[in-house]
């Protein structure tokens, strides 16, 4: 009777630990500029997020990540990363859509970003906007830091997988 419990227990947590396992979808895709043709491989123009799965719909996407987005500034042109420091949590509407208005207050407030959303019927994949627009502060490029900088509203698309 003592096996047929701990063989029961074994059994359930095993199960549980495969639900919460496939409770996050990885998404990986790229933006869609054309200015990442110049920019050289690995991981130019690459997006990555997860999104967190309730009942077979994804609810909320957290860890949005982007690397090398061209974008002109006044000093001449850079590449924007945020591989180290993912964008806030956004989430998902009833119809599929996420989006999310961010402002960097801590290090150069006039940084925005926006970041808008839809995912497919099944959620294989999503299609969206990008756009970051601002200065970049002295703090993170000295001396003087980047002025004037856009990326443009740039379409990304990604997948699961």
């Known amino acids: 009777m003592r096996r047929i419990a701990v ?23 790229k933006d869609e500029d054309p200015a990442c043709a110049s ?8 997006m990555k997020f997860d999104g967190a799965v309730r009942n077979g719909r994804v609810v909320k996407v957290r860890n949005f990540t982007f690397n090398k987005i061209p974008m002109p500034c006044t000093e001449g042109p850079f590449a924007l990363s945020n591989t180290g420091n993912p964008l806030p949590p956004m989430r998902v509407n009833a119809q599929r859509r996420f989006h999310g208005d961010f402002v960097d207050n801590q290090t150069s407030p006039t940084q925005y970003t926006h970041v808008d959303g839809r995912f497919s019927t099944n959620y294989k994949r999503a299609t969206g906007h990008f756009r970051f627009h601002g200065d970049l502060s002295p703090e993170v490029f000295p001396p003087t830091g980047l002025h004037n ?7 990304w698309h990604a997948r699961t997988g």
Request: hydrophobic share 45%; aromatic share 6%.
């Open 7 to 29: 063989v029961g227990s074994l059994v359930a947590v095993l199960a549980f630990s495969a639900v919460a396992l496939a409770a996050i979808r990885h998404y990986h895709g």
């Open 149 to 155: 900088c856009d990326t443009g509203r740039d379409d």
């Open 39 to 46: 920019i050289p491989p690995p991981n130019a123009c690459k």
